[in-house]
């Protein structure tokens, strides 16, 4: 009834085939068959692994920049590296990038998500720049970027205690804020004067977003500067309701030279002036109080100096009262004792034809009378819940710094200035400080600033309408504000640290930044105790002669300590230094000022800038230009009467009349200078 079929799904096997078994002979070519099967797969897939990571390289890969997970490098169009920036915060995840046109963009570090990218853009022919941002997504993470410097020589940033040119790194500093602070009291903090720009000598530039809670750092030894952004233990701030998420953000551009480069980035980047201070500034010089009288000032010794300006046949822009004619800090009244009769010594004044500037400052001490109305306006910077003004400790004391954020402390300050100009026929003021060293670490603002040195810049707007013959000694983002902006005290001193050697390399750095109507502190430096070389009362006559030959050749001098206080002899050198100022320096001085408004381009300048291949111009710190056609070299040695002085390339002639026709850069060895000469260059 049922077959039996062979075979079958759970049937029964009717006949069964023996199995044949496999002799030892055939074993060996099956071995070597698997063995070959997987070198065969192996090798598909690492041509296939190859083919990727071509695919991923040639992505990774934008024009002349190559980005790997640890940084990136940039090219210049002859191939050379340019630039380099490695990350410290993260290393790249490279599979979770992608390139979009111009655009590399990563999402993820190893251990983490972020939004990061670089963007290139090709703005003109001549320049190439690359947008970068990396922005953690956690709170209280820093980014931290470092950017190799060995490859060139760097300039600006900020001014510095002891001033170099090209900047010059030494030990090793974690990222500390990037923020003004007042230098003479602080010798190894940042200056007063400060913008997040760095220019380097193989024509790159680098400028660091506005918006970056930016700390800088650095480590000689690894040749890197740090560039971090970071909230955590830092003054710096988010927007009100937003996460402290860092974000790093910058520009690097590239271009065909230092001067070229320099140009496009002040165009596109910086504010510029929009008018030029009075003419008379440029022509005239300074005469102030603070070096000769410091605090000790009354009307007698105002008047008294007054007359020797006169007497000695000097000309004078305007009369500085400096520090200190009110009784206490805060007060907008002349003290009665040293002042009995300020009224007629004004007009005295006037008559004589002095315009008279003072002194001014942005702090209210305790024992004002002016203490306890700001105290009940709410004008005053507060501590960090903002319920109670903050105190702080200045160079004369304590006391509470007016906010000027605050629109109504802004009215209370200007009504104040505007109270002496109209009653005492003031003409300008001297804005001394507004460093953010001087607000507490932590502290709260009418309105609210993420960046500490905003407070810099709202400061300084104080001064717009005075400009035409206003004086502020710091700055950010305060270019366009249009007068005159000054260094830090200097010191009677010789040396790199404050003294006369660091008053070209501090004004070279200053114009780079972009603020080009530069007065460079008093002529002999300001003769603190202790801080004068050979610690007399007076500057070191030597010292003296030498800094006011190297004034004459600055947009603007200013005396203190008069030269009537030497001999005759300093008299007639001051006079001759100050008619050729006037006839020389102002007219060159005055016609570039004009170009500023349009260009933001300096006009005091560094030997570079017309000769931009010179590995040897790259490094005069001694040496400087005014415009393109006028070069100076003033002795800052004691005891020498001669220098060596380099001549770039070009057509010369000497304030001695010696003509120079050279093809190639040279030297001029020992070249001799009396005292009372500075050597100086005419390009034809």
Same mark, same amino acid.
């Given at each position: 009834m049922y077959q039996v079929v062979p075979g079958g799904a759970g049937g029964t096997i009717t006949d069964v085939i023996p199995k044949q078994k496999h002799s030892k002979d055939t074993r060996p070519l099956v071995g070597a068959g698997v063995i070959g099967l997987v070198l065969v797969i192996a090798a598909v897939t690492a041509w296939c692994y190859y083919i990727a990571s071509l695919r991923k390289a040639e992505l990774l890969k934008t024009q002349l920049l190559d980005l790997n997970k640890d940084g990136y490098i940039i090219r210049n169009q002859g191939g050379s590296i340019v630039f380099r920036m490695d990350f410290r915060s993260g290393t790249l995840d490279l599979d979770s990038c992608s390139k979009e046109g111009e655009i590399l963009s990563c999402g993820r570090t190893t251990d983490r998500n972020l939004n990061f990218f670089i963007e290139t853009v090709r703005p003109k022919d001549t320049v190439q720049c690359y947008r970068v941002r990396w922005e953690e997504l956690v709170p209280d993470i820093p980014v931290e970027h470092a950017m190799t410097y060995k490859f060139a020589h760097w300039y600006g940033g900020a001014v510095s205690a002891i001033q170099h040119w090209p900047i010059s790194i030494s030990g090793q500093q974690a990222p500390k804020p990037f923020v003004t602070s007042d230098i003479y009291s602080n010798r190894n903090e940042f200056g007063g004067i400060l913008e997040s720009y760095w220019l380097s000598s193989n024509a790159t530039a680098i400028k660091?977003?506005?918006?970056?809670? @930016?700390?800088? *750092?650095?480590?000689?030894?690894?040749?890197?500067?740090? @560039?971090?952004?970071?909230? =955590?233990?830092?003054?710096?701030?988010?927007?009100?309701?937003?996460?402290?998420?860092?974000?790093?953000?910058? !520009?690097?551009?590239? $271009? &065909?030279?230092?001067?070229?480069?320099?140009?496009?980035?002040?165009?596109?980047?910086?504010?510029?002036? =929009? /008018?030029?201070?009075?003419?008379?500034? @440029?022509?005239?010089?300074?005469?102030?109080?603070?070096?000769?009288?410091?605090?000790?000032?009354?009307?007698?010794?105002? &008047?008294?100096? +007054?007359?020797?300006? !006169? /007497?000695y046949n000097f000309n004078c822009s305007h009369l500085e009262?400096?520090?200190? %004619?009110?009784?206490?800090?805060?007060?907008?009244?002349?003290?009665?004792? /040293?002042?009995?009769?300020?009224?007629?010594?004004?007009?005295?004044?006037?008559?004589?034809?002095?315009?008279?500037?003072?002194?001014?400052?942005?702090?209210? =001490?305790y024992d004002s009378e002016n203490f306890h109305t700001c105290v009940e306006r709410g004008l005053f910077v507060r501590e960090p819940t903002g319920r109670l003004p903050a105190l702080v400790r200045w160079w004369n004391g304590i006391g509470g710094i007016l906010d000027f954020t605050n629109p109504e402390a802004r009215d209370w300050f200007s009504s104040q200035l505007r109270s002496l100009r109209s009653r005492y026929g003031v003409s300008s003021f001297k804005f001394d400080a507004g460093e953010t060293n001087y607000l507490p670490w932590k502290f709260s603002t009418r309105t609210p600033i993420r960046d500490p040195s905003f407070f810099t810049r709202r400061y300084t707007e104080m001064?717009?309408?005075?400009?035409?013959?206003?004086?502020?000694?710091? *700055? %950010?983002?305060?270019?366009?504000?249009?007068?005159?902006?000054?260094?830090?005290?200097?010191?009677?001193?010789? $040396?790199?640290?404050? $003294?006369?050697?660091?008053?070209?390399?501090?004004?070279?750095?200053?114009?780079?930044?972009?603020?080009?109507?530069? &007065?460079?502190?008093?002529?002999?430096?300001? +003769?603190?105790?202790?801080r004068t070389d050979g610690n007399r009362a007076l500057p070191d006559r030597e010292l003296y002669i030498r800094w006011l030959e190297l004034s004459a050749f600055m947009p603007s001098m200013q005396f203190s300590i008069p030269p009537w206080e030497y001999d005759n002899e300093v008299v007639e050198i001051a006079r001759k230094y100050t008619a050729l100022h006037q006839s020389i320096v102002a007219p060159r001085v005055l016609e570039l000022a004009g170009e500023v408004l349009d260009t933001g381009d300096p006009i005091i300048r560094p030997l570079w800038w017309i000769a931009t291949g010179d590995e040897t111009a790259y490094k005069i710190d001694s040496q400087f230009l005014i415009g393109d056609d006028l070069m100076v070299?003033?002795?800052?040695?004691?005891?020498?009467?001669?220098?060596?002085?380099? &001549?770039?390339? *070009?057509?010369?002639?000497?304030?001695?009349?010696?003509?120079?026709?050279? /093809?190639?850069?040279?030297?001029?060895?020992? %070249?001799?200078?009396?005292?009372?000469?500075? +050597?100086?260059f005419v390009w034809v």
């Open positions: 660091i977003n506005n918006s970056v809670p @930016f700390h800088l *750092g650095w480590n000689d030894t690894e040749k890197t500067m740090y @560039f971090q952004a970071r909230y =955590n233990d830092s003054p710096f701030k988010p927007n009100p309701g937003e996460a402290p998420c860092a974000e790093l953000s910058y !520009r690097v551009c590239v $271009g &065909l030279d230092v001067t070229s480069i320099h140009k496009y980035m002040v165009r596109r980047y910086f504010n510029k002036p =929009n /008018k030029v201070p009075a003419k008379a500034m @440029f022509r005239h010089p300074i005469w102030s109080t603070w070096s000769l009288h410091k605090t000790d000032i009354d009307q007698e010794k105002l &008047l008294t100096y +007054a007359a020797n300006i !006169r /007497k009262l400096d520090d200190r %004619y009110t009784s206490r800090y805060g007060d907008f009244e002349f003290d009665t004792t /040293k002042f009995p009769n300020a009224s007629a010594m004004f007009q005295k004044l006037k008559s004589d034809g002095f315009l008279m500037s003072l002194w001014i400052h942005p702090f209210v =001490n001064a717009i309408p005075y400009n035409d013959r206003a004086e502020l000694r710091s *700055g %950010y983002q305060s270019q366009n504000i249009s007068c005159f902006f000054r260094p830090i005290d200097r010191d009677s001193v010789w $040396g790199y640290e404050l $003294g006369l050697k660091s008053l070209i390399p501090t004004v070279l750095t200053i114009s780079i930044l972009g603020y080009q109507f530069i &007065l460079p502190d008093m002529i002999g430096g300001n +003769a603190y105790l202790n070299a003033p002795v800052l040695e004691p005891g020498k009467q001669e220098r060596d002085i380099y &001549l770039p390339t *070009g057509h010369w002639i000497s304030y001695k009349g010696e003509r120079y026709d050279i /093809k190639k850069p040279r030297h001029l060895t020992d %070249y001799p200078v009396d005292l009372d000469e500075i +050597a100086y």
